[in-house]
């Protein structure tokens, strides 16, 4: 695909990699693409970083017809900048246009954007290991009107932002709450795409945790609230009895690249990993007899995030004394150092720009 490159103006790049948190600063450059009915996806345009100009009747506004994708570039020791499993970041941004009856943007050409955006971007990737530009894909409906129905014209944007390593000082437990009323998805609905939606739905019982002390919601599934899902933003394993368990992917849960990628070295390191339904009963009855090593989240931003606490119906259980366990570490230094390309890629995961 031809891309148009308008030079931005003032360009500086003075990162201050000591505080760099996350999604605070943005790079300045943005990649915009407009879909019509007659032009399909076409004309990808990298200018600096500007505000979006929409009608306030422009229809994302009102019926939330939108999806996002979430990954990042990482610099490496010799400069060269490499990405992580792009491709299921690009089928994955294919699946939930698809369920948001979006138009998809074509796997190739999402990976072949990403990609010439990321090249125009290099000089905002972090130079700290750990720090990284997270990239920011979306589509929004872009048609003016209140009516309702399929947007026929779309906009394709891509920002970034130099963010910061998730845990400043090493890896942090977390405290989390199950949520037994509220319900983040159910089947039928569209838990497995990464759409603004899923979300909005989610926010009161994240406040709600928060003010009660805890970090993150654990989602129960949306029929008998009794199985297991995910964590907020993040897919969740349990460590019990050297084997490791988190639920599958059927429809309601995010299907994680993180996630994937912790199956495939888990099982390649002898470890058996059962993607089953894990209720919170039977796990309540596990926690009780001590039998859980570890849980942990996985997610494109954390990558492995040890939870030291967990909260059910107003009792507290306390997980491998609130420390980080060994596999968590493991599998955190593993992936991490795949990424930034300290250690070799054996699976081909690393496409480099
Ligand atoms: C993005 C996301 C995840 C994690 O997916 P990764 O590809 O590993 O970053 C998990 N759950 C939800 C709800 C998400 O939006």
């Known amino acids: 695909m031809k891309i148009v490159?308008?030079?931005?103006?003032?360009?500086?790049?003075?990162?201050?990699?000591?505080?760099?948190?996350?999604?605070?600063?943005?790079?300045?450059?943005?990649?915009?693409?407009?879909?019509?009915?007659?032009?399909?996806?076409?004309?990808?345009?990298?200018?600096?970083?500007?505000?979006?100009?929409?009608?306030?009747?422009?229809?994302?506004?009102?019926?939330?017809?939108?999806?996002?994708?979430?990954?990042?570039?990482?610099?490496?020791?010799?400069?060269?900048?490499?990405?992580?499993?792009?491709?299921?970041?690009?089928?994955?941004?294919?699946?939930?246009?698809?369920?948001?009856?979006?138009?998809?943007?074509?796997?190739?050409?999402?990976?072949?954007?990403?990609?010439?955006?990321?090249?125009?971007?290099?000089?905002?990737?972090?130079?700290?290991?750990?720090?990284?530009?997270?990239?920011?894909?979306?589509?929004?409906?872009?048609?003016?009107?209140?009516?309702?129905?399929?947007?026929?014209?779309?906009?394709?944007?891509?920002?970034?932002?130099?963010?910061?390593?998730?845990?400043?000082?090493?890896?942090?437990?977390v405290s989390i709450y199950v949520e037994d009323k509220q319900i983040r998805s159910a089947p039928g609905l569209p838990g497995f795409a990464k759409c603004g939606g899923n979300y909005a739905v989610s926010i009161k019982a994240g406040e709600m945790a928060k003010m009660k002390g805890y970090d993150q919601v654990l989602w129960l599934d949306g029929v008998e609230h009794r199985y297991i899902e995910e964590v907020g933003s993040m897919n969740i394993f349990f460590y019990i009895d050297r084997k490791l368990y988190t639920s599958a992917c059927t429809g309601t849960v995010l299907p994680g690249v993180t996630r994937s990628s912790i199956i495939d070295i888990c099982k390649e390191k002898g470890i058996s990993v059962f993607e089953e339904k894990l209720s919170i009963d039977e796990l309540v009855a596990l926690l009780e007899k001590g039998k859980v090593m570890e849980i942990f989240g996985s997610g494109t931003a954390a990558v492995i995030s040890p939870v030291g606490k967990i909260a059910y119906q107003d009792k507290e259980y306390i997980i491998n004394d609130f420390k980080t366990g060994v596999l968590s570490k493991a599998l955190f230094d593993e992936i991490t150092g795949i990424q930034w390309g300290r250690i070799e890629d054996s699976h081909g995961w690393i496409s480099r720009v």
Request: aromatic fraction near 14%.
């Open 5 to 173: 490159y308008e030079e931005p103006v003032n360009e500086k790049v003075c990162l201050n990699e000591d505080d760099l948190g996350f999604g605070r600063i943005f790079a300045d450059r943005m990649l915009e693409m407009d879909y019509t009915p007659e032009k399909g996806w076409h004309d990808p345009v990298i200018s600096a970083y500007h505000p979006l100009s929409l009608n306030p009747e422009c229809m994302v506004f009102h019926y939330a017809q939108e999806i996002f994708e979430g990954l990042k570039a990482y610099r490496c020791e010799d400069d060269s900048i490499n990405l992580f499993r792009i491709d299921r970041n690009a089928k994955r941004f294919f699946d939930s246009a698809v369920r948001m009856a979006i138009p998809p943007i074509p796997e190739t050409t999402f990976i072949e954007l990403i990609k010439a955006y990321v090249d125009k971007t290099r000089a905002y990737v972090p130079y700290r290991f750990g720090n990284s530009l997270y990239i920011r894909p979306f589509i929004i409906a872009t048609d003016n009107g209140l009516g309702v129905h399929a947007s026929k014209n779309y906009r394709f944007v891509v920002i970034s932002s130099p963010s910061g390593a998730y845990f400043k000082k090493g890896l942090d437990p």
